[in-house]
């Protein structure tokens, strides 16, 4: 399979670097644009010259080898045009794919933190729609500069060459459809930009209600959820009226103002071809002429309106398509040893709000088993996240006596695995949401998560689809499905958040022997609140909700650890789960 490669561009968030990227496909659109838009202007001289030779009653020979030069111009012409759109769109294609990459990679580079601030269909928005407008305003430009500008010019002087008095005196409103477009502008982008900003809140409410389309049924308020998203897309219309109906509808009315030059053009022209200053096959070819430069500048002022809606989405892009360095993927990683070491760690989601966990320390090693569990709201989860390396922590994190946060990030995806509340199912088959695009051989990790008797009813074995986000599935064998995801590749370290909330008591005994006996070379972060084996773990980190932190073997905690032994005695002891969690 081919693979798109992207070089890497300096300074990608100015336009005019896209052109230079593009060095030898720019160099043809030049050469085709210019020789394509001069050559056009010889159409309407060898139409008016087939005129007059067929007024003055020349040969039939002549009149033929006339016919025949104008139709041969016309389709060098023509196909010097094709050329040049064929090179304008490679070059939109290839532009269009540089940014939608430079955007997603820098997405993903960007700090889980970072990400949390934003909203999905805001990023969909721009990534899809905006690059869409950037790129196509960018075509157009690029389209335009030749078939409008280069255009115009040539119209201009040839039309300047038969007379220079009606040619100043017709092209005098011309100017004044680009001053109408040029004072319109900040109207127009004031509308785009209050377009695309509904466009990308109406893109969350569709996101939001595909997610969460279940909740909303059974608890009765999809109803209400109907009404309210067809009232955003009605003003989502709207404002997409607004952005588009003045670029829209003021075109005739340029056409028109341009066009108000032919009254110069027909009266002081036919008074030329009265007095016989000109032939009708001259007057014939500068009204032609004079008819193309107005409506390619009224074309010029309705692009001058299209720009100003593309600024508007480039400017929402461009903070994306800062220069993305990518990070060292070596690896020296030890995979024969592992030792984890966290002295004071204390972690909040942002910077200047109140620490979750505090001061926390602790020391393990491969073969291990720590569980993790407290009360609710005593920071279980987060103390899982924070051992990720993906938020900024205060205290160290020390993995085989490295700081985590000085791993690059390759590094960290291949010596930690998690697992964390939600199984994130992918639509896809129970192979490829294990693997991930990767080649393995499942069947072990099956075993160890006890789902090789689910897949034995299944008609599709490892092929058998899931469905979206694993509906097709119970919440058990999603569960087990995930987790075998986070240990197919044994990594040093696997954090396991609330693995078992899903399964029974005795698939949960099982699963718990297999990670002790085939997982000797990794060292697992059990987060549950589910305490039935805990007694067949190495060590216990106990969270409170006041920030202190008990730690030590279960024998220990029962001993010196009243909340301890009081959610086990409950869980344990009389059957039932602590509501302290």
Request: charged letters at 25%; aromatic letters at 8%; a positive charge.
């Amino acid at each position: 399979m081919s693979k798109l490669k992207i070089e890497p561009m300096k300074q990608p968030d100015r336009i005019i670097n896209y052109w230079k990227k593009e060095k030898f496909v720019a160099a043809c659109i030049i050469v085709f644009g210019i020789s394509s838009n001069v050559t056009i202007i010889l159409g309407p001289i060898y139409q008016g010259k087939l005129i007059d030779s067929i007024a003055q009653g020349n040969s039939l020979f002549s009149v033929v080898l006339l016919a025949v030069t104008y139709a041969a111009l016309i389709g060098t012409t023509q196909l010097l045009r094709c050329v040049k759109r064929f090179y304008i769109r490679r070059f939109a294609n290839s532009t269009s794919s540089t940014i939608r990459l430079m955007i997603y990679n820098n997405i993903m580079h960007k700090s889980t933190s970072e990400l949390d601030n934003e909203k999905t269909g805001n990023l969909m928005t721009r990534v899809i729609c905006d690059v869409d407008l950037c790129v196509e305003g960018m075509r157009k430009f690029t389209t335009e500069i030749f078939d409008t500008g280069v255009l115009m010019i040539s119209y201009l002087i040839s039309m300047l060459v038969y007379d220079v008095k009606i040619s100043v005196l017709s092209i005098i409103f011309v100017p004044v459809a680009m001053v109408i477009a040029e004072k319109l502008k900040s109207v127009i982008y004031k509308y785009s930009k209050d377009y695309r900003k509904k466009s990308s809140e109406v893109a969350d409410i569709t996101y939001d209600t595909i997610e969460n389309s279940m909740l909303y049924r059974v608890t009765g308020i999809e109803a209400k959820n109907r009404v309210r998203y067809n009232d955003e897309l009605k003003d989502l219309q709207d404002k997409a009226i607004k952005a588009n109906i003045l670029e829209n509808s003021m075109q005739p009315v340029y056409n028109v103002i341009a066009m108000l030059g032919i009254i110069m053009v027909i009266y002081l022209g036919g008074t030329k071809v009265i007095n016989g200053g000109w032939t009708v096959g001259v007057f014939s070819t500068y009204v032609a002429m004079f008819t193309a430069m107005a409506v390619k500048a009224s074309k010029a002022a309705k692009l001058f309106n299209s720009v100003q809606k593309s600024q508007v989405s480039w400017k929402r892009i461009k903070p994306y398509l800062a220069e993305c360095k990518t990070k060292d993927n070596s690896s020296n990683i030890n995979r024969r040893d592992t030792t984890l070491s966290v002295k004071n760690l204390s972690f909040a989601y942002e910077e200047g709000r109140e620490n979750i966990i505090e001061n926390i320390s602790f020391e393990a090693m491969k073969g291990e088993i720590i569980g993790v569990t407290g009360s609710i709201a005593s920071g279980k989860s987060t103390l899982g996240l924070s051992l990720l390396g993906l938020y900024p922590y205060l205290g160290n994190i020390k993995i085989d006596g490295k700081e985590l946060k000085d791993y690059s990030e390759c590094e960290k995806s291949q010596m930690i695995s998690y697992l964390g509340h939600r199984p994130q199912l992918l639509s896809d088959t129970i192979y490829n949401n294990i693997t991930l695009g990767s080649i393995e051989d499942i069947t072990s990790v099956l075993e160890d998560v006890c789902f090789d008797t689910d897949l034995d009813s299944m008609a599709n074995g490892q092929d058998t689809l899931v469905g979206n986000s694993g509906i097709k599935l119970s919440g058990g064998q999603q569960a087990r499905i995930a987790l075998a995801r986070a240990l197919l590749n044994k990594n040093k370290i696997i954090i396991l958040d609330d693995p078992f909330s899903a399964v029974d008591m005795k698939t949960e005994e099982r699963i718990i022997e297999n990670l002790k006996n085939n997982y000797k070379d990794s060292l697992i972060i059990l987060i549950s609140h589910r305490l039935a084996i805990f007694n067949r773990i190495n060590k216990i980190i106990l969270l409170k909700t006041n920030r202190t932190v008990d730690y030590g073997t279960h024998d220990e905690l029962m001993k010196n650890s009243e909340l301890y032994a009081k959610i086990y005695n409950l869980q344990c002891t009389e059957g039932g789960d602590s509501d302290e969690e």
